[in-house]
Protein backbone atom coordinates (compact mmCIF):
# COMPACT_ATOMS: atom_id res chain seq x y z
CA UNK A 1 0.00 0.00 0.00
CA UNK A 2 1.09 3.40 -0.85
CA UNK A 3 0.90 6.44 1.37
CA UNK A 4 1.56 9.83 0.62
CA UNK A 5 -0.27 10.49 -2.88
CA UNK A 6 -0.54 14.24 -2.85
CA UNK A 7 -3.22 14.54 -5.72
CA UNK A 8 -1.82 16.83 -8.24
CA UNK A 9 -4.38 19.67 -7.57
CA UNK A 10 -2.93 22.23 -8.02
CA UNK A 11 -1.13 20.77 -11.68
CA UNK A 12 -3.05 22.50 -13.86
CA UNK A 13 -1.19 26.29 -12.35
CA UNK A 14 -2.15 28.65 -15.01
CA UNK A 15 -4.71 27.88 -17.78
CA UNK A 16 -3.49 29.10 -20.79
CA UNK A 17 -0.48 26.31 -19.72
CA UNK A 18 -1.16 22.81 -19.56
CA UNK A 19 1.39 19.69 -20.10
CA UNK A 20 0.34 15.98 -18.47
CA UNK A 21 2.43 15.35 -15.68
CA UNK A 22 5.35 12.53 -16.91
CA UNK A 23 6.84 9.95 -14.90
CA UNK A 24 10.80 10.23 -15.79
CA UNK A 25 13.03 7.79 -14.06
CA UNK A 26 15.57 10.14 -12.85
CA UNK A 27 14.79 12.60 -10.39
CA UNK A 28 14.18 16.13 -10.91
CA UNK A 29 16.34 18.18 -13.17
CA UNK A 30 17.41 21.12 -10.62
CA UNK A 31 19.38 23.22 -12.94
CA UNK A 32 18.01 25.45 -15.79
CA UNK A 33 18.94 24.49 -18.95
CA UNK A 34 22.12 25.90 -20.58
CA UNK A 35 20.83 28.45 -23.24
CA UNK A 36 19.21 31.17 -20.82
CA UNK A 37 15.11 31.80 -21.54
CA UNK A 38 13.25 34.72 -21.31
CA UNK A 39 9.85 34.03 -19.35
CA UNK A 40 6.99 35.88 -19.33
CA UNK A 41 5.58 37.08 -16.36
CA UNK A 42 2.89 34.39 -16.29
CA UNK A 43 5.30 31.56 -17.20
CA UNK A 44 7.76 33.29 -14.71
CA UNK A 45 4.89 32.98 -12.01
CA UNK A 46 4.02 29.78 -13.01
CA UNK A 47 7.97 28.45 -12.60
CA UNK A 48 7.42 29.79 -8.52
CA UNK A 49 4.08 27.88 -8.43
CA UNK A 50 5.79 24.79 -9.20
CA UNK A 51 9.00 25.26 -7.02
CA UNK A 52 6.45 25.55 -4.32
CA UNK A 53 4.90 22.73 -4.77
CA UNK A 54 7.96 21.05 -5.63
CA UNK A 55 9.18 21.77 -2.08
CA UNK A 56 5.49 21.00 -0.32
CA UNK A 57 5.61 17.39 -2.09
CA UNK A 58 9.04 16.76 -1.21
CA UNK A 59 8.49 17.29 2.16
CA UNK A 60 5.31 15.54 2.64
CA UNK A 61 6.88 12.27 1.38
CA UNK A 62 9.50 12.71 3.96
CA UNK A 63 7.44 13.01 6.56
CA UNK A 64 5.96 9.73 6.22
CA UNK A 65 9.24 8.40 5.18
CA UNK A 66 10.41 9.66 8.48
CA UNK A 67 7.80 8.14 9.87
CA UNK A 68 7.03 4.64 8.92
CA UNK A 69 10.95 3.83 10.01
CA UNK A 70 11.10 0.06 9.06
CA UNK A 71 7.70 -0.63 7.55
CA UNK A 72 9.61 1.58 4.54
CA UNK A 73 9.52 -0.67 1.13
CA UNK A 74 11.19 1.96 -1.42
CA UNK A 75 11.94 5.85 -1.28
CA UNK A 76 9.32 8.24 -2.88
CA UNK A 77 8.28 7.96 -6.14
CA UNK A 78 7.00 11.23 -7.45
CA UNK A 79 5.05 12.75 -10.51
CA UNK A 80 6.52 15.53 -12.22
CA UNK A 81 5.37 18.19 -14.67
CA UNK A 82 7.30 20.35 -16.60
CA UNK A 83 7.51 23.69 -16.46
CA UNK A 84 8.14 26.46 -18.72
CA UNK A 85 11.58 27.16 -17.92
CA UNK A 86 11.89 23.39 -19.06
CA UNK A 87 12.40 22.04 -15.56
CA UNK A 88 10.67 18.72 -14.07
CA UNK A 89 8.79 19.87 -10.88
CA UNK A 90 7.81 17.15 -8.46
CA UNK A 91 3.73 17.53 -8.37
CA UNK A 92 2.41 14.51 -6.60
CA UNK A 93 4.12 11.47 -4.64
CA UNK A 94 3.91 8.14 -3.00
CA UNK A 95 5.82 6.23 -0.65
CA UNK A 96 5.57 2.71 -0.54
CA UNK A 97 5.34 1.06 3.15
CA UNK A 98 4.25 -2.84 4.10
CA UNK A 99 0.91 -2.55 5.39
CA UNK A 100 0.49 -6.47 6.27
CA UNK A 101 0.06 -7.16 10.00
CA UNK A 102 1.72 -8.99 12.19
CA UNK A 103 2.81 -12.68 13.17
CA UNK A 104 0.75 -11.81 16.69
CA UNK A 105 -2.09 -9.61 17.69
CA UNK A 106 0.76 -7.51 19.60
CA UNK A 107 2.73 -7.00 16.84
CA UNK A 108 -0.06 -5.95 14.38
CA UNK A 109 -0.86 -3.46 16.76
CA UNK A 110 2.27 -2.04 17.07
CA UNK A 111 2.55 -1.70 13.00
CA UNK A 112 -1.20 -0.19 12.82
CA UNK A 113 0.29 2.49 15.01
CA UNK A 114 3.44 3.38 13.12
CA UNK A 115 1.60 3.13 9.73
CA UNK A 116 -1.27 5.50 11.45
CA UNK A 117 1.73 7.60 12.38
CA UNK A 118 3.13 7.29 9.21
CA UNK A 119 -0.11 8.15 7.32
CA UNK A 120 -0.58 11.18 9.30
CA UNK A 121 2.52 12.31 9.65
CA UNK A 122 2.58 15.52 7.02
CA UNK A 123 1.46 18.54 8.46
CA UNK A 124 -1.80 18.32 5.66
CA UNK A 125 -2.25 14.88 5.09
CA UNK A 126 -3.64 14.41 1.88
CA UNK A 127 -7.02 12.03 1.04
CA UNK A 128 -5.43 8.95 0.50
CA UNK A 129 -2.94 9.45 3.37
CA UNK A 130 -6.08 9.12 5.91
CA UNK A 131 -7.76 6.76 4.01
CA UNK A 132 -4.78 4.24 4.65
CA UNK A 133 -4.63 6.01 8.61
CA UNK A 134 -8.04 4.43 8.55
CA UNK A 135 -7.52 0.97 7.54
CA UNK A 136 -4.49 0.82 10.01
CA UNK A 137 -6.72 1.50 12.57
CA UNK A 138 -9.49 -1.19 11.32
CA UNK A 139 -6.63 -3.44 11.53
CA UNK A 140 -5.60 -2.69 14.45
CA UNK A 141 -9.17 -2.76 15.93
CA UNK A 142 -9.22 -6.57 14.90
CA UNK A 143 -5.67 -7.27 16.20
CA UNK A 144 -7.46 -6.41 19.98
CA UNK A 145 -10.93 -8.45 18.83
CA UNK A 146 -7.98 -11.20 17.82
CA UNK A 147 -5.93 -10.59 21.14
CA UNK A 148 -9.29 -10.64 23.23
CA UNK A 149 -10.74 -13.65 22.40
CA UNK A 150 -7.37 -15.18 22.99
CA UNK A 151 -7.28 -14.07 26.29
CA UNK A 152 -11.00 -14.98 26.94
CA UNK A 153 -9.80 -18.87 25.26
CA UNK A 154 -6.69 -18.89 27.47
CA UNK A 155 -7.30 -21.99 30.29
CA UNK A 156 -8.08 -20.28 33.96
CA UNK A 157 -4.71 -20.18 34.60
CA UNK A 158 -2.79 -18.63 32.12
CA UNK A 159 -5.91 -15.64 32.38
CA UNK A 160 -5.28 -12.25 34.25
CA UNK A 161 -6.79 -12.82 38.34
CA UNK A 162 -8.69 -10.25 39.87
CA UNK A 163 -9.07 -9.90 43.02
CA UNK A 164 -12.43 -8.23 44.07
CA UNK A 165 -11.98 -8.63 47.81
CA UNK A 166 -8.65 -6.66 48.04
Not at 47 to 54: N, P, Q, S, T, W
Not at 118 to 147: C, I, L, N, Y
Amino acid sequence: MSIGAILPSSASLSPGYSVPPVQPSAPAEKTTPATTINLSPEAQAMVEKLKARDLEVRQHEQAHMAAAGGLVLSGPSYTYQRGPDGVNYAIGGEVNIDTSPGATPEETIERARTIQAAAMAPAEPSGPDRAVAAQAQQMEMKARAEQAQRAYEDPPEKRPALDIFA
